[in-house]
Structures are given as C-alpha cells and as structure tokens.
C-alpha cells in the first residue's frame, strides 16, 4: 500500500503524485534517519528539511508539504508554536509530532495546535510509515502508549483540558518566555521577532503578572515544564 494521491486529468491516463514530507528536527542524525526511511517507501517524497520551529514555518510556506513531520522541543521556537503558525497559515498541512517526549501536556500541546498524529522517536519505520498512511487519510494517529491521551480529551478530563496560567498567555507571550528562558536578552529577543525593546519589556512584564514569577530561573524551569523549551532534550 502507497501513500500516493491519484490526479484524474482529462484523458484516460492519471498521474500519481506522490505524498510530500517536510522533516523538522534540530537533530541532524534525526533528521537523516527519517528522510532515509522514507526515501526508500514507494509514493513518498521528502521535499525538505528544517532545524528548528521557525525554519519550519519558512518551509511549510515553500513547499506547502502533505505531511510535516516535527519535533516538538526545539531552539528558538518550540515544534506546538510553530504547529499553531503552520496551520493558521495553511489548513491543509497535515503535522505529525515525532518526539521524545512522551508526557500528556506535549501530546495534547501538539493536537490543541492542529497536529494530526503524535510518534515517538522510539518508533520503528512500520508505525512512521502507518502514521502517514492513516493521517493522510483523514485519521488521527496517536502511539499506542499515549492513546490515553485521546480518551481524555474526548471525555474531558481536566488533568489534560483545564485551563491555567499557561492558557493565559499569547502566542507571542510564549515565544517571549522561550527564549528568555533559552538565555536571549531583551534586546536580542526583540531581533529575533523584529520587535522594539520595548514591546518585549511590556511582554517580559506581562508574564511576570500571569505567571505570577518573578526570577529568570523560575520562568526557565516554567518554560521547560510546560514543553516550551528546547532545553528540556
């Protein structure tokens, strides 16, 4: 069984284009292990790769790909951000989280942003390829061991769907607190976002009274509980 998606043209004959995959990780080794897998399955094409969450976005909007395959704790910007930013952008790109990380918050982080499977990296090239199949499909595809995690959405457990601090900030508040917690000044962070100074100070105070923290040390060890930071592989 092939991925590929079948092109009815106006004559008898029809072309199959194969599906496209964008690999994102800050990992080389991960990402060459991914692409060779998938370069050896019939109707899959690997059209790209990136290093880390804004990378990715840079990608998604190239290549507009099938599926993008993403890791979820990177530098700079966290694979659930930037999920949020590639589907706001494009709908019709379907993400796969394929991460370390096999606590409830990442799972669902990656699904609340639009993510349409969750893999470990502990996974073998047979479920990597059956998660394509299945979310290509149309399907939700979550790892055996973190099904779980589904149940309790659809039921509502508040363990995986209740609000709290976090769920106050923005999407840019949380940004901020990545990469104020990855080491980045003020001034920096503002470079990297192409914000004033001062909209990342009013940003830094923002978080300070949501989160109710007041150290760099405590919004570090924030960011990395809540899966924000690269810091935490």
Known sequence: MTSATTIHTSGTETAVRPVTVVIVDDHTMVRGGLRSILEDVEGIKVVGEAENGRDAIEMAAKYAPDILLLDVAMPGLNGVEAARKIRSADPKIKIIAVSMHSDERYVAGILDAGGRGYLLKTCDAAELIRAIHSVMRGKIYVTADLTHVLVNRM????????????????????????????????????????????????????????????SIAELTKYAIREGLSGLAE
Not at 164 to 176: H, I, Q, Y
Request: overall charge neutral.
């Open 155 to 214: 039921h509502g457990d508040a363990s995986s769907s209740g609000a709290s601090r976090f769920d106050t900030l923005t999407p840019r508040e949380r940004e901020v607190l990545q990469l104020i917690a990855e080491g980045f000044t003020s001034k920096e962070i503002g470079e990297k976002l192409g914000a004033a100074m001062k909209t990342v100070e009013t940003h830094r105070t923002n978080l300070i009274r949501k989160l109710d923290i007041h």
